[in-house]
């Protein structure tokens, strides 16, 4: 997959895709920048950092239609969410900036004919109003949670809209029903001009099949919305496998058996997200709700987002970025001087340096001094690795490698049986959780991950050919990658018997030149996001930390560094790829 045109979106001409082309070291900082020559180009981006156009457009009508002309909106999917938008306005924006707030909701219209099929996918908008000075904050909270609504239901949901089948709900005093247009109304008795059973069974069940057909197109069941999230689950549990595909929609049988190696793992302690940073933000927010207000601990050099959420969802957290032998030494003097903690945060590789920490000694802290342990699997995924019997809770996104075919997000969390807080988690949920995923996005994310375990097999074996190019060649100043990091030791006590080191590694170069030129060069896709089932190249550093290049640089993450998302490619072909793009580098050649 190669070729992409800036601002192309990857995979081309995917409406929803995950992915957008940045083809060369110039366009990345072009983006960053907000250079028009990069922005202007763009057709999409990656989803948390890039609102979609079709959310820009129902945004923009409910604008029009319900706030001041110059106002903007941010739309959640629940009222819950966004009173939780408006309260982290409240908290971080200067008060002239928020006095003019404020909130609508809009509801099916129950009266419309199609309104029993349609409520199965709970079509609900809530819209956060505010200035456009106040807007950052807004979009601050939807980034860091991952709260926002997705595309698909974007466009769903604004088919409604302007169609009249979304009301106005103001708790109970909104105006009169919007029946909608003349098409979506009952139909009337020839005879006399009277509603008639018949009459109106028969034309709510055409529009009814109309309007799914419009929506959804001729494969997707509505029916299988529910079987195919108790798929998702036990693919994550383990305990579905292979290339299974679900007969029907009859609940399936209970589980048996799984791969995380929890006797006790139910498929109801896996709860299903719109996007993994939202897995991460609700898994704090419920060990703050049952824990109470305490600091919690983010260990080692993490994912941008997660580290923002400790940061400021809370009372903060302790930061210790390099994530070493050293950093846990520190910890257990804090513990044993007294401090206690919430939870400790960490991702198992990490992201980028994909190193590992202790999770058997930080296990051990944890009992010893009452603190939750929270593991981001992402990257090891559950296929190579078992980090479930040291976790309280493991959180993944299924954004990456478990779909593959970046054209949809998902996250889940699981809360271990096992552990100390599971009880007290469960009640939380019980009490707090929203189902917030999007049927379509379910729809796709459970097709799209029939195949994960069979894909992993392919992806640990190119990216340990490619790590052994890339690690022998005189350009290459460090690689990280479980499998040569210092930390291996930590990667091999939770690795599978059958599992591999992945599919993601990262790389510097002694030379910066050379670096920019190896990226220009190599003849993959180039953009954000990984996991994907064709190799995805990125200058990690520059699109994440942009701004705080040297506060990355402190803890050994350097702005140079390329970060490559292992595919499916033939092997033979995909390291030909990487050796010519080193002969480039080697030559000074760009394409910049």
């Known amino acids: 997959m190669t070729g992409f045109a800036l601002g192309e979106s990857i ?58 002309p110059s106002s903007k909106a941010m ?34 219209d129950t009266a419309s004919p199609s309104a029993k099929t349609l409520a199965l996918f709970s079509p609900a908008i809530s819209a956060v109003l505010c200035s456009p000075d106040a807007f950052p904050f807004a979009k601050e909270y939807w980034q860091h949670a991952g709260d926002g609504i997705s595309s698909r239901r974007a466009e769903f949901c604004h088919g409604l809209f302007r169609d009249g089948l979304l009301r106005l709900d103001d708790d109970g005093k909104q105006k009169k029903p919007c029946r909608g247009p003349r098409r979506y109304q009952k139909g009337q008795s020839i005879d006399d001009g009277k509603p008639t059973v018949v009459a109106r069974e028969e034309a709510a069940q055409e529009e009814e099949s109309r309007f799914l057909e419009e929506r959804f197109g001729r494969n997707l069941d509505v029916s299988f919305v529910e079987a195919a999230k108790s798929a998702i689950r036990r693919r994550i549990a383990g305990a579905l496998r292979g290339d299974h595909e679900l007969g029907g929609v009859a609940p399936l049988p209970d589980m048996k058996t799984n791969s995380r190696g929890i006797v006790e793992l139910r498929e109801d302690d896996i709860y299903l997200f719109p996007c993994g940073m939202n897995a991460i933000f609700n898994a704090h927010r419920a060990l703050l709700g049952v824990r109470g207000g305490m600091k919690s601990i983010n260990f080692g050099f993490p994912y941008v987002d997660t580290l923002k959420i400790l ?29 206690r903690f919430l939870a400790l945060f960490c991702e198992f590789p990490g992201n980028p340096l994909l190193a590992c920490p202790d999770l058997g000694q930080i296990r051990r802290l944890a009992d010893e001094y009452d603190f939750a342990l929270v593991v981001d699997e992402t990257i090891g995924t559950f296929a190579n690795i078992n980090v479930l019997q040291f976790a309280d809770v493991v959180v993944s996104s299924l954004t990456k490698i478990f779909s593959g075919d970046c054209n949809v997000m998902g996250g889940s969390a699981i809360f271990n049986p096992s552990g100390r807080y599971y009880a007290a988690l469960k009640a939380f949920a ?21 195949d994960f375990v069979s894909r992993i097999d392919r992806v640990n074996a190119n990216a340990e050919a490619i790590a052994g190019v890339l690690r022998c060649h005189p350009l290459i100043k460090r690689i990280y990658y ?51 089932n064709f190799t995805l190249v990125s200058p990690y550093v520059l699109l994440a930390h942009y701004q705080e290049l040297e506060w990355a640089a402190s803890f050994g993450v350097e702005p140079d560094l390329i970060r490559v998302s292992v595919g499916l490619e033939e092997t033979g072909h995909i390291v030909k790829v990487f050796e010519s793009a080193l002969e480039a580098a080697e030559k000074g050649a760009t394409l910049a």
């Open 11 to 68: 995979p081309p001409d995917t409406a929803h895709a995950v992915s957008v082309s940045l083809p060369t070291w110039s366009a990345n900082i072009g983006y960053e920048e907000g250079q028009d020559w990069v922005i202007g180009r763009m057709t999409i981006g990656y989803p948390r950092f890039f609102i979609h156009k079709s959310i820009q457009a129902f945004a923009n009508d409910l604008v029009q239609k319900f706030g001041p």
């Open 75 to 108: 739309l959640f999917p629940t009222r819950q969410i966004a009173a939780r938008c408006v309260a982290f306005l409240t908290s971080r924006a200067p008060p002239a900036l928020t006095a003019n707030l404020a909130v609508i909701h809009l509801t099916l």
């Open 311 to 339: 940061q400021k969802f809370g009372p903060g957290c302790l930061f210790y970025g390099h994530g070493s032998d050293e950093d846990l030494d520190a910890l257990e003097a804090r513990l044993r001087g007294g401090e």
């Open 430 to 450: 019980q009490r707090e959780f929203e189902d917030t995923y999007w049927a379509e996005d379910v729809i796709f994310m459970e097709r799209n991950s029939r």
């Open 482 to 532: 479980p499998q040569y990091v210092e930390s291996r030791k930590n990667y091999e006590a939770c690795k599978l018997p059958g599992g591999g080191y992945g599919g993601l590694l990262s790389v510097t170069f002694h030379d910066r030149t050379k670096a920019v030129a190896f990226y220009d060069a190599i003849e993959t896709a180039k953009g954000p996001s990984l996991g994907t």
